[in-house]
């Protein structure tokens, strides 16, 4: 599998710097893994609240990947909070679920996620981010 790096990163730059947002630590696990053997730089979270927090301190973020479902804030209302802040807005964000639901799925790109992702997420997912969204 190709790394993020080699996909178009120049030598000797900095790993992407993703945001992991997911309320099951397993899940989070399991990402955050797939991620990191792609050669990126791995923040987890367990919710958006705390996603917002991060992104408040962080500036250096290339790319936000969250799951849907999540309490108190959902992966949807985060991508609109993202959406509405001018400092944030260029961030691309992904969404995760389980479940295979058309017009949610629609409904998250129309409020400009970049991709929807199915569980279990994938190393071939994670290949295809790469090229689409860190170009």
Known sequence: MASCRSLGGEIGAPAPHVLAVDDSSVDRAVISGILRSSQFRVTAVDSGKRALEL??????????????WMPEMT????????????????????????ENVPT???MCLE???EDFLLKPVQPSDVSRL??????
């Open 55 to 68: 992104l408040g301190s962080e500036p250096n973020v290339s790319m936000i990947i969250t799951d849907y």
């Open 75 to 98: 992966g949807y209302e985060l991508l609109k909070k993202v959406k509405e802040s001018s400092s944030l807005k260029e961030i691309p964000v992904v969404i995760m679920s389980s």
């Open 104 to 106: 949610r799925i629609n």
């Open 111 to 113: 409020e400009g996620a």
């Open 130 to 135: 790469c090229s689409r969204v860190l170009r």
